[in-house]
Every structure is written in C-alpha cells, then in structure tokens.
C-alpha cells in the first residue's frame, strides 16, 4: 500500500492512501461462527460481529448440531449479513469450520468462537494492518476473562510476531478468534483437521507458519471467556496427545525444510517421552506402545537430514528405554 502512496503521490493518512480506505471498507469479510448448544451466549458472539465499524461482512453460522435452543435465539437476528447453516448431528468445531469455509465470498476470513466476542474495531483495524503489512494471517491481543473477572495471561503466552515456528510447537501461540487471514491462504493450506477432537487449532497454524508469518496488531481487540467444562481446552485430558499427532504428521510433509524437521523431531521426541511416562505411570502400556509406534514410523520415514550432520539418537532408543523399564517395573 506504501508503494501505490508514492506512485501516485496522494496524501496519507495514518500510512493509507485515502482511494485505498475507500477500497477497503467495500471489502468483504467473511466471519467464520461455529457454535454448538451455546444458546446462552451465542448472541454475544453475533452482536459483537454485527457491531463491526467495519459494514462489509457476512457473518456465517454453522450450528453443529445444537440440542439446545440456540436455532431459536438467532432468529431474534434478522440482519441480512447471516447466513446460517446446520450439521443434523455434532462433527466438531473443525467440521463446522470447514463447513462455513466451503461458502465464503470473502476475500478476507476471520474466525470467531461462539463464546467469545470482539471489540467494534477488530474487523477494520486489522483489515487495515493486514493491508499495510501485505499479510497472509495475524492475530490480534486479546482479553482474557474468567468467570466473568479479568485475568492476566502468564509470559509463556505471550503473543509472538512474525515466524515462530519453534515455540509454537511446544504451545500454541495463536488464538482462533483473533485470527483473520486471506481465502487464498485456506486454499493453499487446507482446512482443520477434522480427526483432531482437539489441537485443531495448534495444528492448523503449526502448517501455516511453515510457509508464513503471523503478524500481530498489538491491540486488545478479542475478549476470550474461559473456565467452562465445555471448552475443548478442559474437556480433553492429555493434550499432547493430539500434538503429537499433528508433529508426527507434519514431520513427513515434502515441503518442510531440514530446520524445520530438526525443531520437530526435538520437540516431538519430548512431548511424546513424557506422554509415555504419564501412561506407565497409570498403568496404559498398551497406549504407550501404540504412540511409541506411531512417532518411530513418522521420524523413520523422515529421510532428508542434512547428511553432513551427525545423526541424532533415534527418538526409539530414547523414548522405547523408558517403556521397556516401566513394563518391566
């Protein structure tokens, strides 16, 4: 956008040409809210979309399979942006992402969980940074709320910017409903993961990082409201689980680079040690096995290692030493 300023010597105001804040308020943002029998708060969610200062938007609801009343409260929202699409049976948040992917018209996506809300700014403000930046993805800061108090996120989550492959693999570092990012960018990355019950997310930035920046509008634009049994986040014990689906899977991709597949197998080795020490101490040796099995045919079939490096421990003798004394024990 810098460049179009010079060429054609028009004033700017704050870095954007005034014919470019005229395009980009026309620009269609496609709002992307699954939602499952979250009747009680999916209103907040819509309201905070259909409050955007930012007008060009359409807001596309996938209720996955609510049980609860939630088909009845947006009907009390009448606005000709919804549009409202259904599973007849509950497939998960990825199902009901891919599903709302599947008929956006925008050239912009943006993510909203149905427990969450935005500030009214959100969608122009980080329209614009996105612009400015010629970015594929961001995220912006968020508010954390718990039980209906603020609190302050620890420093381990603190958002990053830019690549930050490496400490995403460990946590993620990227919140859905602060995200927006081009359409183009699904049809380049693919979807989410919809054999993932969760990490979804994780997995989803771990393969966009891989390619891309995420730039971060460092403004407190998202309120996320956490501390419910419902959330995927405290519904599913053992997390790691699922990273190291993810790892395992990503390790064998063609298009990673050999630092990439180095920061993976680091960290797929530690999570995937300590996954296996917490099965044998509970006495699930037959899950221990069965992950050992999956992470040694993802990093045996790994085959492009920098051949001038040392060849590293295999994560087998590592990880299976630890299993074989526990069985024993």
């Known amino acids: 956008m810098a460049a179009l300023a010079e060429r054609d010597g028009i004033c700017t105001v704050g870095g954007m040409n005034q014919h470019a804040a005229s395009s980009l308020s026309d620009t269609l943002v496609s709002v992307i809210l699954p939602t499952h029998d979250r009747a009680d708060m999916i209103l907040r969610a819509v309201d905070s979309a259909l409050g955007q200062t930012h007008r060009a938007l359409e807001i596309i609801i996938i209720d996955d399979g609510s049980t609860d009343d939630t088909m009845a409260r947006l009907a009390d929202r009448p606005d000709p942006r919804i549009r409202i699409l259904t599973h007849a049976v509950c497939r998960g948040v990825s199902a009901a992402r891919n599903t ?9 996506v943006a993510l909203l969980d149905s427990d969450d809300e935005w500030m009214p700014s959100k969608v122009e403000r980080q329209l614009a940074f996105m612009r400015e930046r010629d970015l594929v993805i961001s995220q912006t800061q968020e508010i ?9 996120p620890t420093a381990v989550h603190r958002k990053p910017d830019g690549f930050f492959f490496e400490e995403s693999l460990e946590r993620c570092l990227v919140s859905p409903s602060t995200v927006m990012c081009t359409r183009a960018f699904f049809d380049e990355i693919g979807g989410f993961d919809e054999s993932l019950p969760a990490c979804e997310d994780y997995d989803l930035w771990l393969r966009a990082m891989v390619r891309y920046p995420v730039g971060l509008l460092d403004v407190f634009l998202t309120v996320r409201h956490g501390g419910r049994g419902d959330q995927l986040s405290t519904a599913y014990v053992g997390q790691d ?7 395992a899977r990503l390790l064998q991709q063609p298009e ?13 080795r530690r999570k995937t040690k300590l996954y296996v020490q917490g099965c044998l101490k509970r006495d699930r040796s037959d899950e221990a096995m069965r992950v050992l099995a999956l992470v040694e045919a993802a990093i045996g079939s790994q085959k492009s290692a ?10 087998t003798s590592i990880l299976a ?8 024990g």
């Not at 689980?241 to 790892?247: C, E, K, Q, T, Y």
């Not at 990673?256 to 797929?268: A, Q």
Request: hydrophobic share 35%; charged share 35%.
């Open 321 to 328: 030493d630890d299993a074989s004394r526990g069985l024993k």
């Open 144 to 152: 954390w709320m718990r039980g209906g108090r603020r609190v302050n």
């Open 256 to 268: 990673i680079s050999d630092w990439h597949k180095k920061c993976i197998e680091k960290e797929l």
């Open 306 to 315: 920098d051949a001038s490096r040392p060849e590293p421990a295999p994560a």
């Open 241 to 247: 689980l699922f990273r190291i689906r993810s790892m």
């Open 100 to 108: 709302g992917l599947t008929v956006t018209r925008g050239a912009y």
